[in-house]
């Protein structure tokens, strides 16, 4: 079928205007519904001869992806208007969403405010929170997919994975995670299959972005390369939504919140619970003003204070290989300052270079 500019569908019901993108099995169009004269996006398959695939068994599983997402109805989620068939093609047709991209605005603006990042998060992590409770996962949370709307501070989440090629059941037996950075270490395991956690990743990732402007640390790359703490670019952050963040791009799913419900909850919890892998890699250490102004990176220690605030829970002593979780009261308007370290024990893990987490 001509998928061309110009091109009408449903008896001219729509018409394509040009091709926004496509991927090895499906192609995204902008087009016109005629009538109300009012632009939409249209998703749909194509038939690549280079890739061996059971073409009806991918339409099966695209129109089933289509009919769970139009069970989904939340002000946060592009809206499904229309599906069809047309020349053996399914189409989903969606609303095309006016505004700007929470990936222009930080780099065009700069990164944006506690209360302003928190407020565009926790809207889209409701929208997530939608769709999980239907059984789809989204894949491609990052900046760019997330739209606030022009004049208001209402974001839309778009470009579901409907087409992508893992949700049609088809892999060449290699990981195309389409988040990129914001993508969870599992995305690159072909042989395992995403969760809503992994979702919470991405939007843990997103959040790590408006707060500081930088794009998290790509998860395979993290051995060597660890992630720089949130606060090392925003000294006032609050504690909560730094922990959060934090636990959020844990690399082990199985120590991340299991539901995106669970990881909002800690944008606002009055006890942070810090990553069970906080005194083992740099990349989780805390940062503390240095003599010349300067940030460095630190480690609690074991049975001391944070911000003034006891330490319920201390850190494993040099004997134990049991990670214990760190947890401390929080305040709202809180931020990290840290004792110097006196321990040599804890003074030795601040040179590891390496991230020990064990990921199964």
Request: proline fraction near 8%.
């Amino acid at each position: 079928m001509n998928l061309t500019a110009g091109t009408p569908l449903q008896n001219g019901k729509y018409v394509i205007n040009h091709v926004l993108g496509q991927s090895v099995l499906s192609v995204t169009l902008q087009g016109m519904q005629v009538q109300s004269n009012r632009p939409v996006v249209l998703k749909t398959l194509k038939q690549n001869p280079q890739v061996k695939v059971d073409f009806t068994q991918l339409k099966q599983r695209f129109t089933e992806q289509v009919s769970r997402f139009a069970q989904c109805q939340h002000p946060g989620l592009v809206r499904l208007v229309d599906s069809f068939e047309e020349a053996d093609l399914p189409f989903a047709v969606m609303d095309y969403t006016v505004g700007q991209t929470l990936l222009d605005i930080v780099q065009t603006s700069g990164p944006r405010s506690e209360e302003q990042a928190v407020r565009y998060i926790k809207q889209v992590g409701s929208a997530l929170d939608e769709i999980h409770q239907h059984g789809l996962i989204h894949r491609d949370v990052t900046p760019k997919n997330i739209i606030c709307l022009s004049g208001s501070e209402s974001v839309v989440l778009v470009n579901f994975g409907i087409t992508h090629p893992a949700v049609l059941g088809w892999s060449d037996g290699f990981a195309h995670p389409p988040a990129g950075n914001y993508a969870a270490i599992e995305q690159y395991q072909p042989q395992l299959s995403p969760t809503p956690t992994t979702d919470v990743y991405s939007l843990a990732g997103t959040l790590y972005f408006l707060l500081t402007g930088h794009a998290p640390v790509a998860a395979p790359l993290r051995h060597r390369s660890p992630l720089l703490l949130p606060q090392q670019f925003c000294p006032d952050l609050n504690l909560a939504i730094a922990s959060a963040i934090l636990k959020g791009l844990e690399l082990n799913p199985k120590s991340r919140p299991q539901t995106v419900a669970t990881w909002l909850s800690l944008l606002a919890a009055d006890q942070v619970l810090l990553p069970a892998n906080l005194g083992s890699s740099p990349s989780h250490a805390l940062p503390q003003a240095s003599a010349n102004g300067n940030s460095k990176s630190v480690l609690p220690e074991s049975n001391s204070s944070l911000n003034g605030k006891t330490v319920s829970s201390p850190l494993p002593s040099p004997s134990s290989n049991v990670k214990q979780p760190v947890v401390v009261q929080s305040t709202r308007k809180q931020s990290i300052s840290t004792p110097s370290l006196k321990h040599p024990f804890f003074k030795t893990l601040v040179t590891v270079s390496a991230i020990a987490l064990s990921w199964v």
